[in-house]
């Protein structure tokens, strides 16, 4: 079934919308880009960590490890993407001058923008900020292992940590063993605020909670489902197998509020030939529905293919539980619901159901449009019951996949950094220490915050990261870092968290090697369960005092614990790191070896190609899901004049085209014909309507507090709806959380745009 003709009237609006930019996404500007910087100064560094043998530092559809930097796992080559030229290029910047921290005061530098911050450099000695100081200033390692060590020696209940997806499986589990074996859960992690509803909703469904789909079995899938995501700028590599599917015949069915150039049409640099100049279609069929209602979305395409008789009955029966139940409720629902709810028409979902019906091999894909809204354990059960309906798991080119953002966070989710530790990898810790691992529940990232705002947290490491600046109700979380005694930042790079979320006694900052530099070999895990190996690298920073995070938690551990349960200082060869992870975690015996054979591998276990899974009964387990009541409060409500004009949205926060998680590279977005960072994308027919204009500033207001002077863009994001930038708008909302998972829905928020 051809259905590229309902693409017509949006590719028309969205050029209509955006006048002077660009009609796909990708393509020269980012040839042009990786001139500009390989034939830089900076080049011959760039080319040098090009080549590397080591994982790119940006998202976990990953490339390098021992098949060469430009390389994936299926080894095809030029997968290298502009964003993780943009990563590499903030990492070979020259030192941070000393003189920054001498000269500038806090109050300057909490002046900076991410970019700014970023900008400044890298860090290259350590630093403390004192309780009472205006600046920072040098700290010695002896004064500082003096200070982290009596922090940590607090009870366990008052200790924590947090973590990105920056660092190496190594440091990941040194650190969970660290802070288990103080006796604290406390392992609070950045996947808490993304894919924590895929890991939990997965888990349950499937017994795994990650994707698996491996790329192998993605290119026999013959349509993708892609909810929720902006891979165009977030995931660029995965762009290569939607162009080669669609080019075979297959379908991309994408679901989004926000029309995205480069998922309607992407030129692919892998492809010079049939794609750079021309472009590639990608969206067969581009559904937009309201932020927040995709459970109704995805009910209402189980309805439809319940009417077009495309279950697949026999495999419901003899593979799954609860799909009875499942079933039932998409037939009770009625389409005025359905359709009311998510603001998408029986005919579109009809038209959805049939391409998926009538497809060999399906794949479900997404990200955060899915995982960060108040339901995300629904949406993310929606989307796989939606796959088990039509047989669409257990099968090559078939199943349910997840895009994660950061290139190892799942391996430290893996690893356990999670308050959610899996039975097999606490028993296999609970023979390691020799004592029970019954330990309380633990905080999460949002727990973390809240604990600590109620003084309940005395001291903190962060391994990565940007604690302040990933949260909701930025003020909120300035307080609650305020509260804690002790905070140990390990970064590479100065941010915005370094200026901002500052400890009541001692913020120190140390400065780590990254990922190409380490004196030793690491892992990384992509996203679809691949186990990259890294080797050893120098760091350009000559004349630095930096250190690998390995060797600080394991010095730092054997400060505080001696020989027990391990010897910490033998851990600093990442060796035995491994050896101690083969034995502990499910899935990843062959990193015992690894040294030796230098074989990268796929974890055993978690891709599913036969319809046995990992529950106990075998079966995949499925979940009804009730249709979110998605309401929006009125402008009075917000505390804005009946006087005032204004107009009440459902908020989107998103990422821009130059940006890595919290890092920001370039203020501008030239896909979305947003000129700089402080830009509300608004539908003009909701713009117009209360007599708003294009370039009109504005006051946007949530529930913790409101941004002036913000400039109004049209765009083609769906009518009731808005996009600003993250993470300078989180300090406007608090954020409802899923509490199945503490994931906060950045992906709906009630917001008041006025004049």
Partial sequence: MDTQPSMQPAANQFNETHGNTPEMGGGLPVIEYWARHTLSPEGPKLWKTLFHKSACLSCAWGTGGQKGGFTNEDGEVLQRCMKSVEAISAEIQPPVPTQVFADRSIAELQQLSSLEADRLGRLSFPVILRAGQSHYERISWDEIYAIATAAFHKPPERIASYSSGRGSNEAAFLLQLLLRTLGSNNLADCSDLCHAPSTVGLKQMFGTGTSIVSLESLKQADCVVLAGSNAAYNHPRLMNELIKLREHGGHVIVINPVQEIGLI?????????????????????????????????????????????????????AHTEGWEA???????????AITATCGISQAEIETAARIIGQSQRVVFAWAMGITQQANGVD???????TALITGNAGRMGTGVMPVRGHSNVQGFGSMGVTVRLRQEIKQALEQLLGRSLNLPKGYHTRDLIEAAEAGKVDSLICVGGNLYGANPDSEQAKRAL????????????????????????????????NRFENPHKTTVESGNNFVRLNDEGQTHLKQGELISEVEFLTELA??????????????????????LIA??????EKIATIDDTQEEFTISGRIITEPQFKTPSGKAMMFTTPLPILTLPAPQDFGVPASATSLV???????????HNTVVYKIGDKYRGMP?????LLNRTDAEKVGFQEHDRVTVQGDAGKLEHVEIIYGAVRSGSALMFYPEVNVIFKAKTDPRCGTPAYKRVPIVVYS
């Fill in 265 to 317: 049409k992407f030129a692919s640099p892998a492809f010079p030939a049939k794609s750079l100049l021309a472009g590639s279609e990608i969206a067969s069929l581009y559904l937009q529905p309201i932020p927040g209602s995709d459970v109704a979305l995805f009910v209402g395409i189980q309805k439809a293919l319940i009417e077009q008789g495309q279950v697949r009955q026999d495999f419901l029966e």
């Fill in 326 to 336: 499942v079933l039932e409720q998409a037939r009770s629902h009625s389409w005025e």
């Fill in 379 to 385: 949406n993310v059960y929606s989307i796989a019951n």
């Fill in 482 to 513: 305020g509260n804690i005694d002790t905070i140990v930042y390990l970064s590479t790079k100065p941010n915005t968290g370094h200026f901002h979320g500052l400890a009541k006694t001692n913020t120190i900052i140390i400065p780590v090697l």
């Fill in 558 to 579: 054997y400060r505080l614990l001696g020989d027990y349960p391990v010897d910490w200082r033998k851990l600093q060869d990442t060796r035995y790191v491994r050896q």
């Fill in 583 to 588: 034995k502990t975690i499910p899935g990843y």
């Fill in 649 to 659: 949205l459902a908020l989107m926060t998103g990422r821009s085209y130059s940006q």
């Fill in 676 to 680: 700089h960072r402080h830009c509300i």
